[in-house]
């Protein structure tokens, strides 16, 4: 079975994972370089469909959501007021009250924001089944049976919330 490295692994790319990485890359120039160099930034995301917020879209289009219920500063981008600016043209498609954005309209700024940041071909197409404690890191076992070791560790009320939350299987 191969064993790959990375210093962090997130599993799944809804908003959240997304949120988490344009802040991981406004604060670390060294990674945000890596990634514009082409090489491995120094976290791996991973999620079945092998792109960003397939749940979030899949999920607004099949009970045809014609807005968000959150107000348009809260959205992946680092800068609260990037959606307002983007919506500029676009002012029929923020709702009342606080500017909730369309659904559209929060799909193409999303699309702005994988490409600002170079996430574009960052999802790794798979699905985390396993996570085991190993010396201070953390290895993941990959539907395909490839396996991933991060360098980050839960702490036991960690590994119990994510294990009643996800279902993965978490041994020790
Ligand atoms: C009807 C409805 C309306 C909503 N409206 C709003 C709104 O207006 N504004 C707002 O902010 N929020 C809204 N939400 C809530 C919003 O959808 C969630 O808060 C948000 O999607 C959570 O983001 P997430 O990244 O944690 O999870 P998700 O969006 O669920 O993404 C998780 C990803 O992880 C992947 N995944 C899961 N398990 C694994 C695994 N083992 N290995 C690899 N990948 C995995 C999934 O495939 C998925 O792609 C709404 C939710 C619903 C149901």
Same mark, same amino acid.
């Given at each position: 079975m191969s064993i790959f490295h990375t210093d962090i692994a997130i599993i799944g790319a809804g908003p959240q994972a997304l949120t988490l990485v344009t802040h991981l890359l406004q604060k670390k120039k060294k990674m945000r370089d890596r990634l514009t160099a082409g090489l491995s930034p120094g976290f791996q995301v991973f999620d079945?469909?092998?792109?960003? @917020?397939a749940n979030w879209h899949q999920q607004f289009a099949a009970q045809e959501?014609?807005? @968000?219920?959150?107000?348009?500063?809260?959205?992946? %981008?680092?800068?609260?007021h990037t959606l307002l600016s983007f919506a500029e043209k676009r002012q029929d498609e923020l709702y009342a009250p606080y500017n909730r954005p369309g659904t559209k309209l929060f799909q193409d700024f999303c699309e702005t924001v994988i490409d600002r940041w170079h @996430?574009? %071909?960052?999802?790794?197409k798979a699905q985390v089944v396993g996570l085991t404690p190993q010396k201070g890191r953390f290895c993941l076992t990959l539907a395909d049976g490839r396996r991933r070791s991060p360098v980050g560790w839960f702490s036991q009320l960690a590994q119990r919330r994510l294990k009643s939350q996800t279902g993965l299987s978490i041994s020790n």
């Open positions: 079945p469909s092998g792109t960003w @917020l959501i014609p807005h @968000l219920r959150s107000p348009a500063v809260h959205h992946p %981008d680092c800068n609260p @996430l574009q %071909d960052q999802v790794t």
